[in-house]
């Protein structure tokens, strides 16, 4: 049963992203374009970005974006790209670079729009193009947030127990071992959480902590460069060999290509709508809020492609890491080991201490998080709300042991749904529902 909804999850990904790439191209552009230009001139005014507006909010941010979100999803599109045939993986980065300056934007028009008609995607969707067009972006986001990120963080901290218990304890798990004493009981953990509506405050307290694994996540990077400086050259001949020799998906379109825009609305959560929710309980003014969000989009899609990629190449090229084997994917607990194992090997054991607690912080926290977006984006009942939280972290902690595949495919389906709705929504807006606001 599995393998059949993992088939029909991965043909419908790779039928719809080729068709529906151009027109996300053609739209963002547009929405930058008039944001920047016409929209941000007529109808807002500039202020003061303070210290405190964006201290909180992008560390929290980074901790989500840069953590295993940034190095699980981006490992599996190498996965893919490489059983596709592709040896050069390196290349990904490089069209991710392109596609990032065409997206980038979106996150300024979004959180802009946001901050503007003072209310979330969901709701300025339902007036922008419909209320059904409201609703599912809501389903859709929940479920992608919740289900295919959280998806991604359990299989993170399963890799980082699993690690921990093989190098210090000598103990192997197998797969329904692990479930038992890891996802199980962390599933215990954020019920009870959130049962006892504490989840804002947990959050809250863990915000200095994630600022502290950021940082020392990005000492490890320039460590790790430090190490390995004599093989940057190959890592970027092997880019350019690789983009100049792609791997073609249908009607063309280069594989590379499609898998870096994947990664950069997966990672940074560009056009999705995730950081203008966020600011929505800033202080911050429009335009404020907007560059706010800029600043852990970018620095996001730096480390997760190109920090990861390197490092990834690096592992690869050395046979730490295995991304396929006869044109299938190495599953996720594999690849993800392979990427610790070429942490330690290079910086030792105080890369493996790095990766360890930022992977285990950010992901917890981000299981948490996922549950604010729940409530701003569903009318449920508080008891409803806690109802669809369990199933739906249940769901993703029992798919990231046991089919974890299936989630990665999940996540590129709901990438679609989420971004074309609100991309048309801000393209919408942007051409002419803008006039109905004054200048404030």
Do not use: C
């Not at 959050?203 to 790790?224: D, Q, R, T």
């Amino acid at each position: 049963m599995l393998l059949q909804i993992e088939h029909i999850t991965t043909s419908l990904s790779e039928f719809i992203w080729p068709l529906f790439l151009p027109v996300l191209l053609v739209l963002a552009v547009f929405v930058g374009y008039k944001t920047i230009f016409v929209v941000k001139n007529k109808i807002t005014q500039k202020g003061m970005i303070k210290f405190s507006y964006f201290v909180g909010p992008v560390s929290i941010s980074l901790g989500a974006m840069v953590g295993t979100g940034a190095i699980i999803g981006v490992l599996g599109s190498l996965s893919k790209l490489n059983s596709f045939g592709q040896m050069h993986i390196e290349a990904m980065s490089l069209w991710a670079v392109i596609g990032g300056l065409i997206l980038v934007p979106l996150n300024y028009s979004e959180t802009m729009v946001t901050k503007i008609t003072k209310s979330p995607p969901h709701q300025y969707l339902s007036f922008l193009i419909s209320p059904l067009a409201g609703k599912v972006y809501g389903l859709s986001f929940v479920t992608l947030y919740i289900f295919g990120f959280g998806g991604f963080q359990f299989s993170g901290i399963d890799t980082a127990i699993t690690i921990i218990n093989t190098r210090f304890f000598d103990i192997n798990f197998s797969e329904s071992q692990r479930y038992l004493f890891v996802v199980v009981p962390l599933i215990i953990f954020l019920a009870s959480i959130v049962l006892i509506k504490k989840h804002n405050i947990f959050i809250n307290a863990l915000s200095s902590m994630i600022g502290a694994a950021v940082i020392m996540y990005f000492v490890f990077v320039i460590f790790f460069f430090i190490k390995t400086a004599n093989y940057f050259d190959t890592y970027l001949a092997n880019i350019w060999i690789g983009f100049t020799n792609p791997v073609s998906m249908m009607l063309g379109v280069p594989t590379g290509l499609i898998l870096g825009f994947q990664r950069i609305i997966q990672t940074s959560e560009t056009g999705l709508g995730a950081l203008g929710m966020a600011s929505l309980e800033a202080d911050s003014k429009a335009r404020e809020a907007g560059i706010i969000s800029i600043i852990p989009t970018v620095i996001t899609i730096f480390v997760a492609l190109i920090v990861t990629n390197y490092i990834t190449s690096y592992g690869y090229a050395k046979g730490f890491i295995i991304l396929s084997r006869d044109g299938v994917q190495a599953n996720g607990i594999e690849r993800l080991t392979g990427f610790f194992n070429t942490a330690i090997e290079v910086t030792g054991d105080i890369g493996l201490f790095v990766m360890l607690f930022f992977t285990i912080l950010s992901g917890v926290t981000t299981l948490l998080g996922s549950y604010y977006f729940l409530g701003i984006l569903t009318n449920l009942k508080e008891n409803q709300k806690i109802l669809a939280y369990l199933v739906l972290i249940t769901s993703a902690g029992t798919l990231a042991v046991f089919g974890f595949t299936i989630i990665f495919d999940v996540v590129d389906l709901l990438l679609f749904v989420v971004i074309s709705l609100n991309v048309t929504g801000l393209a919408k807006f942007m051409h002419r529902e803008y006039r109905q606001y004054k200048y404030k």
